[in-house]
Structure formats: structure tokens, C-alpha cells
């Protein structure tokens, strides 16, 4: 009886101590950096995150766009646009309005998240994504 007590206790404490090593997603990571976005396992755009701004770059186009982030929480957050270049207005043809966008990191690991976002007040857009941290 003393044996399986102990098999008992053995497994207990391997459990937890396996529970306690195993790491849990963390969206911190993901509030500032450099990052490389990608749709359906192609490249899409390059950007750069501060606590206050998000700049994004899409080499296809040659649009440069630059946003105010806001968090409202760890893992959603607000993009608010602020300008972007000829090319972008170009591609809009004239439309001036700018809805902005709620952003949700969905899953991820160290280095990479999968995102969903989609405007606010626009039903029918629902973007999703992949983001990889280059620093």
C-alpha cells in the first residue's frame, strides 16, 4: 500500500510541476516592436509599433500609412488613422472617410501571433492575419 502511495504522490508532483513549466500566451510581448505580417502564408506589409503609434509599410503597393494605437487590453487594441502618403489616397480613390479598427490577437507563441481585425461600424470586413516579430 505504501508503494502506490507513493507511485501516487510521484505522479502528483510530476503533474504540477510540468503544469507550473509549461508557458502560457502572453500579448505583452506584442505591444511594441517590428513586425512582418503576413496573409495566407504570403508577405503582406512591414510595421513598426510604439506605445502611441503604428506605422505600416506595403512594398506591393508602395502605401505608407501611420496610426494611433490604443490597447484595450492585452491582446485587443484600437488603430486610429493619423496620415499616409499619395499612394494610399490614391488607392482610396478620394474617400477621406477613415473608420478606425479594432485589432484582437487571437493565439500565438514568442515571436508570432495570428490576429483578426475589422472596422468599426463595417459588418462585413473581418481581416485575419499572421504577425512575426522580427524585434
Request: glycine share 4%; hydrophobic share 40%.
Amino acid at each position: 500500500m505504501k508503494k502506490q502511495n507513493l507511485k501516487t504522490l510521484l505522479i502528483f508532483i510530476l503533474l504540477i510541476a510540468c503544469k507550473s513549466h509549461a508557458q502560457e500566451f502572453s500579448c505583452i510581448n506584442f505591444k511594441t516592436g517590428r513586425f512582418e505580417t503576413y496573409v495566407n502564408d504570403k508577405f503582406s506589409s512591414k510595421v513598426v509599433r510604439s506605445k502611441k503609434f503604428q506605422k505600416e509599410y506595403t512594398p506591393k503597393t508602395g502605401v505608407k500609412v501611420k496610426l494611433k494605437v490604443e490597447w484595450i487590453d492585452d491582446c485587443t487594441y484600437k488603430l486610429t488613422f493619423v496620415k499616409a502618403n499619395k499612394k494610399f489616397y490614391k488607392n482610396r480613390n478620394g474617400k477621406k472617410v477613415f473608420p478606425e479598427l479594432i485589432v484582437r490577437i487571437i493565439d500565438g507563441n514568442e515571436t508570432e501571433y495570428i490576429f483578426v481585425s475589422s472596422f468599426i461600424g463595417v459588418k462585413d470586413f473581418i481581416h485575419k492575419a499572421k504577425a512575426i516579430k522580427i524585434k
